[in-house]
């Protein structure tokens, strides 16, 4: 049994709890908010943003990071992207050397273009990290529907403890050592899905859906290969499987912003509306920024920024990608 500490209530954090307890570790969740901890323990249900799924007695739950965060062998940074920086500064006074710290959020940072476990690194230099990623829903993941993720770190050690924590019958980990593809892929997908939902809320069809995720993927192949990451994980878990499960699925917060953007919502109302933090939104500038700076083609990226924040109409853009010049499907094949 390990002693592990959850950062962050929301719906994922919730899951992965539960998860953590019924494979018979001890769980403390911390959460910056008192009255999410107080609902949660009086419920024992994250009635917000986990409705319906009954939480273990045995989870505590808390606001004081120093209580939550004595002895814990693993940390769980599950708080939303923007807010890892300064959460994990604040904890990093609490946490151990050697201790494991494995984030479960997507995104990159905006302004330094760093992904999460570069951040979480300089904040807690201490600490062994890892990442944790992959299709994986907290709706169906706090349900014990079956579902297969990956977890990467830079020491086979520290994935292979990961896999061994979080793995049971119905949660399959793989491991890997390509941290940044794997990061990467998780928060450039939320971006496509972000695109693939405003071409919904358009209403467009499946055969636009299916040009639009394949040709994403091909986008966030670039950026990830340009910067070290490797292709095989962007035909993984992390890559195409959570690129599918986050531009289709009901449970999809990005999808279903990017659905609200698309009927005439801007992006602050559609965020509004989905009460939940939208992490491609977050992450569509700095993955533009990477692209320019690399001198990578990323046309739908390009065109996602610039109905999120430039007031583009979202059915003109449309048009203008499917009118660029003509060109093949890869650079990579000979006549």
């Known amino acids: 049994m390990k002693k592990v500490c959850v950062l962050g209530a929301g719906s994922w954090g919730t899951a992965l709890s539960i998860l953590l307890c019924n494979n018979g570790h001890s769980v403390t969740v911390w ?94 230099p201490q600490a062994r990290v890892g990442i944790l990623s992959g299709p994986s829903h907290a709706e169906e993941v706090g349900r014990g529907i079956p ?54 809320g358009l209403g467009f069809g499946d055969n636009t859906k299916a040009a639009l995720m394949t040709r994403g993927i091909t986008e966030i192949t670039r950026l ?3 910067l070290g990451g490797n292709i095989e994980t962007v035909a993984g878990l992390s890559g195409i499987g959570d690129l599918i499960v986050t531009c289709t699925s009901k449970h999809s917060r990005n999808r279903n912003a990017g659905y609200l953007i698309g009927q005439g919502k801007s992006y602050q109302e559609a965020m509004d ?44 853009v449309s048009m203008r990608l499917l009118m660029r010049d003509k060109t093949r499907e890869s650079d990579n094949l000979e006549w």
């Not at 999410?36 to 004081?64: A, C, H, N, W």
């Not at 939550?68 to 708080?79: D, H, K, N, T």
């Not at 994990?88 to 992904?115: F, L, Q, R």
């Not at 793995?167 to 940044?180: G, H, K």
């Open 273 to 316: 509306e989905v009460k939940m933090v939208v992490e491609g939104v977050y992450s569509a500038k700095a993955a533009l920024a990477l692209a320019k700076e690399h001198n990578i083609s990323m046309p739908i990226v390009e065109a996602v920024n610039e109905v999120l924040f430039e007031g583009a109409d979202a059915r003109e």
């Open 31 to 124: 959460s910056i908010d008192p009255e999410e901890v107080l609902m949660l323990k009086d419920y024992r249900e994250q009635r917000e943003k986990l409705p319906g799924v009954i939480i273990p007695s045995i989870i505590d739950f808390t606001t004081d990071m120093k209580v939550a965060l004595e002895g814990a062998e693993l940390v769980v940074c599950a708080v939303p992207s923007p807010f890892v920086r300064t959460t994990m500064h604040s904890a990093s006074e609490y946490i151990n050397g050697g201790t494991i710290i494995v984030d479960v959020a997507k995104g990159i940072e905006d302004n330094t273009y760093k992904t999460m476990t570069e951040i979480i690194e300089e904040e807690c």
């Open 224 to 226: 990830v290969t340009a």
């Open 147 to 200: 579902t297969t993720i990956v977890a990467g770190a830079k020491e086979r050690y520290v994935a292979e403890y990961i896999q061994d924590v979080f793995m049971n019958e119905t949660f399959r980990v793989y491991t890997s050592p390509d941290v940044i593809g794997i990061e990467l892929g998780g928060s450039l997908k939320n971006v496509i899905a972000l695109a693939a939902g405003i071409v919904d």
